[in-house]
């Protein structure tokens, strides 16, 4: 284990590789940024209309 590794905390996580390049940080942050919203969306949906059909 490095000392990097030893520093961090329990509730830090590690996004991206060591070895990921600058543009390749880039590109995973905007994928990210473009699909969490549309599969919070679709999950907040679908617990919607769970509840409303279990509602009668």
């Known amino acids: ?24 940080r880039r590109l995973i942050l905007k994928l990210d940024l473009l699909i969490v919203p549309y599969a919070f969306l679709a999950y ?6 769970q509840a409303n059909i279990s509602m009668d």
């Open 1 to 24: 284990m490095t000392v990097r590794q030893q520093q961090r905390k329990w509730w830090q996580l590690q996004w991206f590789a060591e070895s990921d390049t600058k543009e390749e």
């Open 44 to 49: 907040w949906t679908k617990y919607i209309d």
